[in-house]
């Protein structure tokens, strides 16, 4: 049983739904990118994957150096910082991304995408665990996976709801699967629903920026 009174120590609350809206706002960007790039650009969901891989190599690269960097630094800054990584990426989508866009403008705004990732999780769980009581470590932990898989959950409904709203739904799973792909009077529709899933996600990571700053 989890102690909700640890909810009212600020550090740990702020960070943890910091945690919450980054989740809802963020983890749903690979989802529609792959979306895009099956169902716009055509591509297979392997070459789709292949992609979006520089973003992962830079974030695995910088996130052990982040870590160490978290421990003199405070916290709250990094997380701030990545989140604005992560706020600069979505804005660079929803300005370029259109059906005639290059796949590699994915590959390249996926390298700040990962900047900011690399910046925002190890500094975030140093705020969650340095703000926890020592003998409740676990239980905080385990409320840290929590607010993040909720996060998760909400991300993936709220923006495949806002994306599909363009398409029926059917065809936007047949997207992601990899078989189908839009004509180009549809594709166009389905990407002015990309941008709009892009703006409700920058609405939550900005929520979660600003708890980043007051922590």
């Given at each position: 049983i989890v102690n909700l009174s640890l909810l009212k120590i600020r550090l740990l609350s702020y960070s943890l739904y910091a945690l919450l809206f980054q989740g809802i706002g963020g983890l749903s960007l690979t989802f529609l990118?792959?979306?895009?790039?099956q169902g716009v650009k055509g591509l297979?969901?392997?070459?789709?994957?292949?992609?979006?891989?520089?973003?992962?190599?830079?974030?695995?690269?910088?996130?052990?150096?982040?870590?160490?960097?978290t421990e003199k630094t405070k916290p709250g800054l990094l997380a701030s910082l990545g989140l604005i990584?992560?706020?600069?990426?979505?804005?660079?989508?929803f300005i370029f991304l259109t059906p005639y866009s290059s796949p590699y403008l994915v590959s390249a705004i996926s390298i700040i995408t990962g900047i900011g990732s690399s910046l925002f999780w190890p500094s975030n769980n140093t705020a969650i665990m340095f703000s926890a009581p020592r003998e409740y470590y676990g239980a905080v932990s385990?409320?840290?996976?929590?607010?993040?898989s909720i996060g998760t959950v909400?991300?993936?409904?709220?923006?495949?709801?806002?994306?599909?709203?363009?398409?029926?739904?059917?065809?936007?799973?047949?997207?992601?699967?990899?078989?189908d792909a839009l004509d180009s009077k549809t594709m166009v529709v389905f990407t002015q629903g990309l941008h709009y899933a892009f703006l409700?996600?920058?609405?939550?990571?900005?929520?979660?920026?600003l708890l980043s700053i007051l922590t």
């Open positions: 990118l792959i979306m895009y790039l297979s969901p392997l070459y789709a994957s292949l992609i979006l891989i520089p973003g992962y190599v830079v974030a695995s690269i910088l996130s052990p150096i982040v870590g160490k960097r990584g992560t706020l600069i990426s979505l804005i660079l989508y385990g409320l840290a996976r929590t607010f993040s909400l991300s993936y409904v709220i923006s495949i709801t806002v994306a599909s709203i363009s398409v029926p739904r059917y065809v936007a799973f047949e997207i992601f699967l990899g078989t409700v996600s920058s609405v939550f990571i900005l929520l979660s920026m």
